[in-house]
């Protein structure tokens, strides 16, 4: 009588595993991929080992967190006696085989999971199929397409009696995951302090607690490290700063005015005056990231790099920002030079002004290359501008109809960027109009003034005689 349980035990074992022979067995797995590149060729291998017969194999793509899976590939074995796409091989045991998808060019829209289904025969009936499947998360990286480094709060004017803070933003757009963005300063890496949030426009001078390093240490070039040296001296001394051009002010000589000429008369002035709140030691660096992803699953990142500027030593200074991503093989940079406007190239239009005419006084260019962009403001010097105001932002100046009287004026365009400022002065000068006679001009450009009373008493004269 005891031993039945036991009996009956092994006639249960015995029957599970005659089923389970019946049914026969399926393992299903894809092989591991590491990230891949856009635009790469990649192809996804599901490997199943069997002993029983292939019924059906299903690719799918898994959309929407898994809500939505997509039928990329299908093989009915009811329905096709093509095994090309399979590869199979003995093994220790049984048939293992192998379902390979190939995508040529894979794109960013290709990231996300993917599954292999496969389905064999029941063993003891045809009409049931035994089915398993295996799942690959497929990552595709994209490198950044496009880097560039650009000014904050620009343009903006420049300060010589208080110091101000000066922010690069580098913008890098495409990449996928996001990159790794630094700065560099005439090659050297640049050590900065991270920020979680980036500092105010309206914002002091930013403070760091680490010790002091001087200028020195930095392979400067020598003739701007004695420059500034010198103008440091000059302000120890009490004595007045040294300028570029110390023997030309910004208003030019008044006997100037009075020299006949046809032609306008470029003339440039740089302003390098450094108040005392400028210092000869090394910068502290602050840097703050940020990131927007897009809708096409790439990460747009900004880097600003925040200090105190000092004209002295940051002018022609070169930053460089640079990229490092998995998707590239060497990093990606771009590159902008601080360099103060200077002589800026006048351009008068028409060359040879008549009364009446509009003249367009523009700043074409500069002798170098100007980062970041400068502001431009115009003067008339010792009067106003034709339309009544003291002066006029831009970097065109308009002068509609221009009169007689303003033959021989002096204008003045000052051109200034952080780094520094410059002004340029051009003499206009305005020829007589044949199609007006001299004197019946008014300030706007039309018939008036003694001239033109006379000319109007004679018509009213010369139509009373008639009507006698």
Known sequence: ?????????????????????????????????????????????CNFKTDGRMREIVWYRVTDGGTIKQKIFTFDAMFSTNFSHMENYRKREDLVYQSTVRLPEVRISDNGPYECHVGIYDRATREKVVLASGNIFLNVMAPPTSIEVVAADTPAPFSRYQAQNFTLVCIVSGGKPAPTVYFKRDGDLIDAVPLSEPPSVSSGPLQDSRPFRSLLHRDLDETKMQKSLSLLDAETRGGRPYTERPSRGLTPDPSLLLQPTTENIPETVVSREFPRWVHGSEPVYFLHHSRSPGSDGTVEVRALLTWTLNPQIDNEALFSCEVKHPALSMPMQAEVTLVAPKGPKIVMTPSRAKVGDTVRILVHGFQNEVFPEPMFTWTRVGSRLLDGSAEFAGKELVLERVPAELNGSMYRCTAQNPLGATDTHTRLIVFENPNIPRGTEDSNGSASGPAGVRLALVLALTVALELT
Not at 27 to 43: H, R
């Open 1 to 45: 009588m005891r031993a039945a349980p036991s009996l009956r035990g092994g006639v249960c074992l015995l029957l599970a595993a005659i089923l389970d022979l019946a049914r026969g067995y399926l393992t299903v797995n894809i092989e591991p991929l590491p990230p891949v590149v856009a635009g790469d060729a990649v192809t996804l291998k």
